[in-house]
């Protein structure tokens, strides 16, 4: 069984920055796809941005030269940098691993964006 612990998240002003981190298993990590998603409260869930197993990246627009994901296959972990954060980056962010025709989900870290 896989399972996925987003970390990383908390409270930042307006303009600052969070890395959150996602560790996955090791021996599949390399052959996946991974994916950071968000959902606000009453929204649906969205992309924010993905890393194919062999490192090309793609952003939602929102968040495109402000956050950068990024994967480091010997930790194994996958990680989004967030930088110039506004408030409406606020959101819960969830970690996505895709192998095999199966999707796997972490519990979602809190990323909050106030003064």
């Known amino acids: 069984q896989v399972q996925l612990v987003e970390s990383g998240g908390g409270l930042v002003q307006p303009g600052g920055s969070l890395r959150l981190s996602c560790p996955a298993p090791g021996s599949i990590f390399r052959f996946a796809a991974m994916a950071w998603y968000r959902q606000a409260p009453g929204n649906q869930r969205e992309l924010v941005a993905y890393?194919?197993?062999?490192?090309?990246?793609n952003y939602t627009d929102s968040v495109k030269g402000r956050f950068t994901i990024s994967r480091d296959n010997a930790k194994p972990t996958v990680y989004l940098q967030m930088n110039s954060l506004k408030p409406e980056d606020t959101a819960v962010y969830y970690c996505k691993m895709s192998i095999a025709f199966r999707d796997y989900w972490g519990q979602g870290t809190q990323v909050t964006v106030s003064s």
């Open positions: 890393s194919t197993s062999g490192g090309s990246t």
